[in-house]
């Protein structure tokens, strides 16, 4: 795993401080980064991000897609959905993203871990009323899935766009959480005869499956294959 | 997709009722499911939960492992920890599990989705103070991440028991949502010069590898080959 390699010896430069008290990672601080790089890359990784909102006291944890501009994540929703209504009233917002990237298997039971990569981000989402920049997040929530995607379809018009809710929620308070590397067990399980080590674990793409009413003749388009995502089916 | 097939039948016979008010699905209520066997099937297949809490006011959610039993989900964690000690002060909770099956490439921005079956439960969480409850929760938890690894690794013993916390989240307030097949176009969009379809997405695993210090002549064990998982090296 090149990326988690190279995020590993960029995590043994100094770090960068926590943004905040609460915005600081207390559990295995050892795997903690504040670093803008660091958290940027998972977020551009992954495709589904879980936000959390409280609503009288109980919290709701919603799988959401997202995309980023600079030190800006957007999300969108319906315009008459909860959620959206929700975080347009500028209430607190954490913004989780998970990268899974294998299975710990240790000698204990106790030491059984996980190899991943998360970004918690706390904050305050904002309604986006401006146009152009409504236009440009809904373009980089298009293309955070499928880069080049925007490009390719129809735009969305003034009824699509009336019905959709962008809001911004600006990377503040932002930590990543990253565990790489083989199990750690105690020195006395070492020779016990049990096989130990790590089951990579990756999210990847089969063949696209063309849309039943697809007219004849039409490709599967460069965006499914030109771009670099570790899930794209032109590098699997 | 045998098992998004199986749901959707399902999903076809009379549904049973949501189990709340606050536990209804209310956005594109026509995907939502509140019967048992899907929900459990969606909690037994995924790894990783978004586990959602309010701290003063700020909501948290934060990535756990989990197992099953029954009606019952166990979370673990280390006795210390922030979490831990907050979910067992019986806070609300809300616990969500995301699958993401596959990007829905439409011909307009607009009607972009993404095929995934997602779980939120809501409930509160009671930490487990049954030395037997405890022991079987964490063999729930290790064997939801590989079936049979419980039995083939060194049980914990008391010092490493009491170093963790385990949590029991009944599930009482459980739906499901489920999005699958093709994009759903507007009719006007048809004739446009623009692929449609799905790129199903799968996570899978990658040929497993060795601790570095693992002694000769062990073999990878068959928790590794032998079960199900759509992720098994077994399967790929």
């Known amino acids: 795993m090149d990326q988690s390699g190279a995020m590993k010896r960029r995590m043994n430069t100094p770090a960068t401080p926590p943004p905040s008290e609460r915005g600081t990672v207390r559990r295995l601080p050892q795997r903690a980064s504040y670093e803008e790089p660091v958290i940027h ?13 409280t609503v009288e006291g109980q919290p709701y944890v919603l799988p959401m897609v997202y995309g980023r501009i600079g030190r800006n994540l ?3 929703g319906a315009s008459v959905s909860r959620l959206a209504r929700q975080l347009a009233q500028g209430v ?7 990268l899974l990237d294998g299975l710990v298997l240790a000698r204990s039971a106790f030491h059984h871990s996980a190899n991943y990569r998360s970004v918690v981000a706390l904050g305050t989402a904002v309604l986006v009323t401006d ?15 499928l880069r080049g995607r925007w490009a390719e379809v129809r735009a969305p018009n003034a009824q699509e766009l009336k019905a959709t809710s962008v809001l911004r ?3 503040e308070e932002a930590s990543a959480k990253i565990r790489t590397g083989p199990p750690r067990d105690d020195e006395e399980d070492l020779p016990l ?7 990579p674990l ?13 007219r004849e003749g039409i490709r599967p388009p460069a965006s499914l294959f030109e771009n670099k995502s570790p899930w794209n089916p032109g590098n699997v």
């Open 169 to 171: 929620l600006p990377l």
């Open 92 to 98: 607190p917002v954490c913004l989780t993203v998970t």
């Open 193 to 199: 005869d049990c096989w130990a080590g790590v089951l």
């Open 41 to 53: 890359a998972i977020l551009d990784e992954g495709l589904v991000a879980h936000v959390g909102v």
């Open 74 to 76: 957007y999300l969108h």
């Open 131 to 145: 146009e152009g920049e409504k236009l440009r997040a809904l373009e980089a929530i298009t293309d955070h899935a």
């Open 202 to 214: 990756r999210l990847m793409a089969l063949p696209p499956v063309p849309a039943p009413e697809l």
